[in-house]
């Protein structure tokens, strides 16, 4: 399994990103995406999940209506789309899949992680 993580970036306060993972070597639809991140310092937290077996979705409460995620099985793609984004904001994001579904996105749950990728949000 092999995931690329890529869009991350540096923006202002209030401005927008998306972030993609490009999976490889599983079967996309069997599989649970999420995304994490881990800003300097804190523990790595999962921030969204979205099932590719039937399109549940989570959000951890600080980006809910901020941020979207969804999935594009044509081209083994998760997207997260960053709104609103604040300093808080500011982290290494990674993606990783899970066979299954956990509510909360259990980071025990995910055994195939991406190398991250930066996103800083400026004041």
């Known amino acids: 399994v092999q995931l690329v993580e890529s869009g991350g970036g540096l923006v202002q306060a209030g401005g927008s990103l998306r972030v993609s993972c490009a999976a490889s070597g599983l079967r996309f639809g069997d599989y649970t995406i999420g995304w994490f991140r881990q800003a300097a310092g804190k523990e790595r937290e999962g921030i969204s999940c979205i099932s590719n077996v039937d399109g549940r979705t989570y959000y951890i409460d600080s980006v809910k209506g901020r941020f979207t995620i969804s999935s594009d099985s044509a081209k083994n793609t998760v997207y997260l789309q960053m709104n609103s984004l604040q300093p808080k904001d500011t982290a290494v994001y990674y993606c990783?899949?899970?066979?299954?579904?956990?509510?909360?996105?259990?980071?025990?749950?995910?055994?195939?992680w991406g190398r991250g990728t930066q996103v800083t949000v400026s004041s």
């Open positions: 990783a899949a899970a066979p299954l579904w956990g509510s909360r996105c259990p980071i025990g749950y995910f055994s195939s």
